[in-house]
């Protein structure tokens, strides 16, 4: 029932949360279930672009298990160091975010929408992403999230373990000879590698996530250029239609003077006679 409620209330447009909320905490107190009526009063109205993205997650459920489904394949990516699949699984992200972006906005009904809440909306799906909990709170989410990595970080994968020698295996004997091709050293040699190839893997990740930043303030700075460049257009469309009626409104009066003066003509004309 609590849940059912919660879905109801954030489904609501952000104009409508505030008597909803009221509305059904009202409904909670007298059936006498307090706590749902505590809970609903609690309830934060969500700003536009979490709100666009619960109605996105309302409409088409199977959103959730779409980003799920795209965090684990990072994730397994990130835990082999499996470039390739990285960048592939990369791309995919990049084009699932875009194609939900624009149907959660379809869905929102925002014809318009500023450049500010597409990057919200966007950011909130990348997030969404890389965080399971972001993704579980899709539907009831309050504002917009961000993910500072910029992706599925790899603190969440696990590293293979070491292999690890048989508890039963044979004692060295003490006879043995000196030692030529110690397993331990192979295995110190491994782990360093191993080590070094962390490291390089980590400061690709840095500098491609560098890169992602500057990308995406280029990508901010090119929106708001390009609303205030509409922005500008609609002015110069209203100046120009203003201008083309006061132009048209002088010359009819140009015409219907030009009339009078004909008609005032002939009188005075008449007069002389």
Do not use: C
């Not at 008597?19 to 059904?24: D, E, F, K, N, V």
């Not at 199977?62 to 994730?75: D, K, M, N, P, Y």
């Not at 030529?180 to 080590?195: I, K, L, N, V, Y």
């Amino acid at each position: 029932m609590m849940v059912g409620m919660l879905d109801e209330l954030y489904r609501a447009r952000p104009e409508e949360f505030t008597a909803l909320r009221a509305s059904l905490a009202a409904e909670a107190n007298k059936r006498g279930d307090t706590a749902a009526a505590a809970a609903l009063k609690a309830a934060r109205k969500p700003t536009t672009a979490a709100w666009v993205i619960n109605t996105l997650v309302h409409q088409d459920p199977g959103v959730r298990e779409r980003l799920r489904e795209l965090t684990g394949a990072l994730r397994d990516a990130h835990a082999a160091m499996d470039g390739e699949q990285i960048r592939a699984l990369s791309a995919r992200q990049r084009a699932l975010v875009g194609e939900l972006t624009t149907q959660a906005l379809r869905a929102a009904q925002v014809s318009r929408p500023s450049a500010a809440l597409r990057d919200d909306v966007t950011s909130t799906l990348q997030a969404a992403i890389a965080d399971p909990e972001v993704a579980d709170r899709l539907g009831t989410l309050v504002k917009a999230e961000q993910w500072s990595g910029f992706g599925v970080g790899m603190s969440t994968a696990k590293a293979p373990a070491a292999k690890k020698p048989p508890r039963n295996a044979p004692a060295r004997a003490k006879t043995a000879p000196p030692r030529t091709a110690d397993p331990t050293d192979h295995r110190r040699r491994e782990r360093e590698q191993t080590r070094a190839q962390m490291t390089e893997a980590r400061q690709t990740k840095r500098d491609a996530d560098e890169q992602l930043r500057r990308r995406h303030t280029d990508l901010a700075a090119a929106r708001t250029a390009h609303d205030e460049a509409q922005r500008r257009l609609r002015a110069a469309e209203k100046t120009l239609q203003d201008a083309e009626r006061a132009y048209a409104d002088a010359e009819a009066a140009g015409l219907t003077a030009a009339a009078r003066i004909v008609e005032l003509r002939e009188r005075l004309e008449q007069l002389r006679r």
